[in-house]
Each structure stands twice: as structure tokens, then as C-alpha cells.
């Protein structure tokens, strides 16, 4: 007897199910806008991925785990002993920008710049 091995059938409206789906789920009132474009730019003071330090006015990102950038961090731990963290944060020098935003030819095409 000759054995018959039958392959599974592809359907082609699983990718596009998933497809729909997905659309569907990105449109819907509670999906955050700020994901919707195709280039995702998140706000600096964004109520839950915030990344910028919380010293008022200093446009340095944070540093690690922190609230703050690292000059501020450097500073609050020098001064938490003296000072409330929230006297600190309302009158914290600012530090102006870091060297990370100095632009230096990329490696990979050096007739671009790069921040880093």
C-alpha cells in the first residue's frame, strides 16, 4: 500500500487577518495617538515614558533609573542633606546642554553628522 502524506493547506488571509486586526486596534479611542504615526516621537513630558529631566526648565534626558539628568543627580547628592528634594528641583542651577548633542561626523558616512 501506498502511503499518501498530505501537506497543510496555506491560506492567505491569516497575514491579512492580522493585518486588519492590528489596523483595527490602533484605531481605537484608547490606543495612544502619540503610537499611531509610523515614526514614533515621544514627547519629553510624556505622562508616562517622561525622559527628560524634572528640574525645571533643564532639557538634559535623564540619566539610568533617575529623575534626573546626570549633572542634576550629581548636584541633588551633594545638596540632599542641606535641602528638600522639592527646593532642589524648583532652584537647581541649569546646566545647559550636554556634549552628547555635539555633532561629529558618523562612522558609517562621514559626510553626515552625528550627535554621538
Known amino acids: 500500500m501506498t502511503e499518501i502524506i498530505l501537506?497543510?493547506?496555506?491560506d492567505g488571509r491569516e497575514g491579512r487577518d492580522r493585518l486588519e486586526i492590528m489596523t483595527a486596534l490602533v484605531n481605537s479611542p484608547s490606543f495612544a495617538p502619540v503610537f499611531r504615526s509610523e515614526i514614533v516621537e515621544i514627547p519629553p513630558d510624556h505622562?508616562?515614558?517622561?525622559?527628560?529631566?524634572l528640574v525645571t526648565d533643564c532639557e538634559r534626558p535623564r540619566a539610568g533609573r533617575g529623575d534626573l539628568c546626570g549633572a542634576h543627580e550629581t548636584a541633588w547628592r551633594r545638596?540632599?542633606?542641606?535641602?528638600?528634594?522639592?527646593?532642589?528641583l524648583r532652584t537647581a542651577d541649569l546646566v545647559g546642554y550636554g556634549e552628547e548633542l555635539r555633532e561629529r561626523p558618523c562612522r558609517l558616512c562621514p559626510e553626515r553628522p552625528s550627535p554621538s
Open 47 to 53: 505622562p508616562v515614558y517622561r525622559w527628560i529631566c
Open 79 to 88: 545638596l540632599r542633606t542641606e535641602r528638600s528634594r522639592a527646593d532642589f
Open 7 to 10: 501537506a497543510p493547506v496555506q
